[in-house]
């Protein structure tokens, strides 16, 4: 009843704006924002579509599969899309339009409000088009793309689209009735390989999403301007969409995704090459599926061009070596530019495909072409090498530690195999002992958890100072005195922070390996946090020398 009535009221206040408009000697020429208008009946559509928005903004909030979110929470009506999915609900919160707490029409308008007044005036030559990208590229002067494409099976964008186009078209059928024409949104042609769209065939499902894309990537390259490259977003974590895919024989055995690999297919088959990646934070921290867990928070920005006519062939083993040859160097850059471990797999595809599409064809030893999914699959080994490889830079305490945790996490483990490895590593289960890191005893040891660490540890007394004890203890203070706890503790260990921080990576990733989610937000966690932990150390210690001085 509310969303019908509000929906209705838009056209209302149009009229009204309108007529306010002329009032105060608005040019009255009649020509509508959508036919690029700018007297007062175009003014009169900009304000209905601000409002219809807000409309919009309250159904998330004013429907059955809004919830309440209780004590010790938040205590509020919780809205429908906290994911990219209409989620079943067993009960529901019902929100009042007129009051002042969450979700009242108020507080909706006020968010679309705030977007207008952050949003730049300057803007005069924005144009929106809505055409199905596998027959057509509106035709534009000169063509620098820039795609976002859809992954795989991941997002049914049309059908959720539906649960506000009813009330955009209710409110706003008039004003843009071009795309409001269709009851419901278009879907036959929209790329996603969902299944049921085919009578549940998966196999057509596939075939229509790989068809449509490689026809997408076609006539990109037909339109794109050749003075600049093609640039192509992807947030989709590998792991994503489906359970792991190991690769039989050919060495390999890592996780490679069907979303990753049918676009990458997509763009090389069509004769694209990467030739650059940029990582790019690109969804907000506070983003609801970012809070508390190990959501992406970047997308990775493909940089294309046109593979050289001359591309060379290549082997499987020159594949290989030109991949450990380039990738130690782009990971690096990668943590320098403190990628969040959770992107880091993600991030490391860009380099990796850098590598292999600059290739004609990889070869594989029985002469056949080399798929993607394999190609993928190596890359994500080649990361796991370099990444054991940085172990080196550790102390022998720390690769102690790494490879027990890889083992048996913080469980208790048998004291013959802790003593094994520690001769194995070069130091002793003593020494581990004695270095405060490590319980032992009636023949077991266990790594000490971080509440377990000793509460008044003071690096600059400790005579046997480790990399792991320093990032345990930095993520034990983050999580119990924030940034600026972290950051007095920082100061104290100096260059071993950065090193630290290292670690976290290579704890992050064993932990995703193993399912260990929790353990893997810890690590995670300090890593996006370091930047405003150095900027706050740094700081605290400018302080001091103007203190001296
Ligand atoms: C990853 S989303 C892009 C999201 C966008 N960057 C944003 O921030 O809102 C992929 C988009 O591709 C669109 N899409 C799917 N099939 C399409 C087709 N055949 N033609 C044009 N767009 C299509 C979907 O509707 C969806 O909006």
Same mark, same amino acid.
């Given at each position: ?165 009813? /009330? ?77 895919? &190991? ?10 995704? &069907?979303? /990753? ?73 990668? @943590? ?31 002469? &056949? ?34 490879? /027990? ?10 004291? $013959? ?28 040891? @266990? ?61 992050? $990733? ?40």
């Amino acid at each position: 009843m509310a969303l019908t009535t509000f929906s209705d009221l838009v056209s209302e206040a149009r009229e009204q704006v309108l007529t306010d408009a002329v009032a105060a000697g608005v040019l009255h020429d009649g020509v509508a924002l959508n036919q690029g208008g700018n007297g007062a009946t175009a003014y009169a559509d900009a304000v209905a579509t601000y409002l219809a928005l807000a409309v919009d903004r309250s159904a998330d909030f004013w429907c059955t599969l809004a919830t309440w979110s209780p004590q010790p929470k938040n205590e509020l009506v919780a809205h429908a899309f906290t994911r990219q999915a209409l989620p079943m609900t067993w009960d529901f919160a019902e929100a009042n339009p007129f009051s002042t707490s969450g979700g009242n029409f108020a507080g909706n308008l006020a968010f679309i409000i705030k977007v207008v007044q952050e949003s730049s005036g300057s803007f005069r030559i924005g144009h929106v088009k809505q055409v199905d990208v596998t027959t057509t590229i509106p035709a534009i002067n000169l063509p620098l793309i820039c795609t976002d494409p859809p992954y795989y099976d991941n997002i049914g964008y049309a059908d959720l689209s539906d649960f506000f186009y009813v /009330w955009i078209r209710r409110s706003l059928g008039t004003v843009y009735p071009d795309p409001c024409r269709t009851v419901l949104t278009p879907k036959m042609q929209e790329l996603v390989a969902i299944p049921y769209r085919f009578g549940g065939d998966a196999e057509k499902a596939r075939q229509f999403f790989e068809e449509g894309l490689k026809k997408a990537f076609v006539h990109m390259r037909g339109a794109q301007h050749p003075h600049y490259p093609l640039t192509v977003f992807y947030a989709f974590k590998q792991t994503e969409s489906e359970e792991d895919h &190991t690769e039989k024989g050919n060495n390999a055995s890592v996780v490679a995704s &069907t979303g /990753w690999e049918t676009m990458l297919a997509g763009l090389l088959t069509t004769g694209f090459a990467v030739t650059g990646t940029w990582p790019m934070r690109s969804e907000r921290s506070a983003r609801s599926v970012a809070i508390g867990t190990n959501a992406l928070a970047l997308s990775v920005v493909l940089v294309c061009r046109p593979r050289p006519e001359n591309a060379s062939l290549s082997t499987r083993r020159e594949f290989m070596a030109a991949l450990k040859r380039e990738l130690p160097d782009a990971l690096k850059k990668l @943590q320098h530019g403190n990628i969040a471990p959770v992107d880091l797999a993600q991030a490391a595809i860009g380099p990796g495909m850098a590598v292999f599409s600059h290739y004609a064809k990889v070869l594989e030893a029985d002469g &056949t072409p080399m798929r993607v999914r394999t190609a993928l699959a190596l890359i994500n080994q080649v990361l796991d090498e370099v990444l054991a490889e940085q172990e080196g830079e550790f102390d022998a305490d720390t690769r102690w530690a790494l490879a /027990w945790f890889e083992q048996f996490g913080f469980d208790e483990g048998p004291f $013959g195999v802790a003593e094994t490895l520690s001769k194995a590593k070069n130091t002793s289960v003593s020494g581990l002992v004695e270095a405060g890191i490590l319980a032992a005893k009636a023949g077991k040891v @266990q790594l000490l958890r971080r509440d377990e660490l000793a509460a008044d540890w003071d690096p600059t007394r400790d005579r046997r100072v480790i990399v792991w004890e320093v990032t345990q203890h930095m993520i034990r203070t983050l999580e119990q005195e924030g940034e600026t706890g972290a950051a007095a503790l920082v100061q104290k260990v100096g260059g071993l922070g950065e090193v630290g921080r290292d670690l976290a990576y290579r704890l992050y $990733g064993i932990c995703e390996r193993k399912k260990w989610a929790q353990e893997a937000l810890a690590y995670n966690s300090l890593v996006i946090a370091w930047p405003e932990i150095v900027r706050l150390s740094v700081q605290s210690s400018s302080q001091v020398q103007e203190g001296l001085f």
